[in-house]
């Protein structure tokens, strides 16, 4: 059976046609998709029972239901586990801003990618996320909670550019004006370092943020922590982020989480201004969050200040990310596949 959620409106007039059914019939079997965010066919009301008994035959809606929730009593944060059509478990973040709700969309079941910071890895890799089964987890959520996603960062389980199609699909469904129609400035996808990835990223000129996994100055640190370094270097990594924003002209973010007597000494701090300077960036700094498998401490306030200072004196744009959820293990490089 096919995935109904994952299809674009023209496919799914194109496969209709080839039914004999009308193009506005597919137009309304999207809209109940993604407008209404429909996740089963009996709730399509003003499609004929007959069409709707066939579309079971051939098509299902992918979809997660909410196996645990868990809301953060600090500031509202929510984090999901979600279950799958095939039972599998992912988590997504719903986090609270001023300007409104960003969820923390998971892209794959697992992470190949081994950071060693980061929890997403720890019980491996499953298989990649289907651009539905993306698209769920802001429709399940948004109906869960009553509102409306503004936002959307594709910072959670899995590296999104090592599920690239999916992820464009994802992305060309929840963008459209005739679905949910979440303008691409309003949304963030992270890499570790998929070096390929973002040189294919690059040629779609997406008006996205991408935001890059650095985490370490040089490559010795970066080696221990990070495996994909060994593959793609940080001299080649930043190649890639300059040819990116010399083709988009848009502005990458480099994630850098702050890790004590690990990458957070001054000289480091020397060699990271060193090699982004004059780079259409920023830098972002995230205290490590703990994650109970591994024995990183975040480093101090006086260490954070006395990187930022360096930074800044080069002229390097550099904020400190707000943790959110920490009580409930939602913030960067906690979630998992499941709850452990």
């Known amino acids: 059976m096919k995935d109904i959620r994952s299809m674009s409106l023209a496919e799914l007039k194109e496969e209709f046609a080839s039914a004999g059914e ?6 309304q079997v999207y809209s109940w998709l993604h407008k209404h965010q429909a996740s089963s066919f009996d709730e399509m009301t003003n499609i004929k029972k007959e069409l709707r008994e066939n579309l079971k035959k051939i098509y299902y809606i ?9 809301v953060s009593v600090y500031d509202e944060t929510v984090k999901y586990l979600f279950k799958l059509n095939d039972g ?18 998971s892209s794959q079941v ?5 950071c060693s910071f980061c929890a997403s890895g720890i019980a491996g890799f499953v298989r990649n996320l289907l651009p539905g089964e993306i698209l769920s987890q802001v429709y399940t959520a948004q109906k869960d909670l009553g509102i409306k996603i503004s936002h959307i960062v594709m910072m959670g389980v899995g590296e999104p550019l090592d599920n690239f199609d999916n992820v464009m699909r994802f992305l060309e469904l929840i963008s459209d004006e005739n679905g949910q129609n979440i303008g691409m400035r ?14 294919k990223l690059m040629k779609k000129k997406l008006q996205l943020t991408l935001s890059v996994s650095l985490h370490a100055p040089s490559d010795e640190i970066r080696n221990r922590t990070m495996p994909v370094n060994s593959r793609w270097n940080i001299e080649t990594l930043l190649k890639a982020c300059h040819d990116y924003t010399a083709a988009t002209n848009r502005r990458i973010s480099f994630e850098y989480a702050m890790i004590s007597s690990v990458n957070d000494s001054d000289d480091c701090a020397r060699l990271l201004a060193k090699r982004l300077k004059g780079m259409l960036c920023h830098v972002n700094l995230i205290p490590i969050n703990s994650v109970k498998e591994r024995d990183y401490r975040k480093s101090s306030g006086e260490r954070i200040a006395a990187f930022i200072k360096i930074l800044e004196k080069s002229g390097i744009n550099v904020t400190v990310r707000r943790t959110l959820g920490s009580d409930i293990n939602a913030s960067c490089g906690q979630l998992r596949r499941g709850e452990k």
Not at 22 to 27: I, P
Request: with cysteine; glycine share 10%; proline share 0%.
């Open 22 to 27: 009308k193009s506005y019939t597919a137009s």
């Open 62 to 70: 992918s979809d997660c239901t909410i196996e645990k929730k868990l």
């Open 88 to 105: 599998e478990l992912i988590e997504s973040v719903v986090m609270k801003y001023k300007y409104g709700r960003t969820i923390c969309v």
């Open 110 to 114: 697992g992470c190949k990618m081994g």
């Open 186 to 199: 309003n949304i963030s996808l992270s890499t570790c370092g998929v070096v390929s990835g973002i040189y």
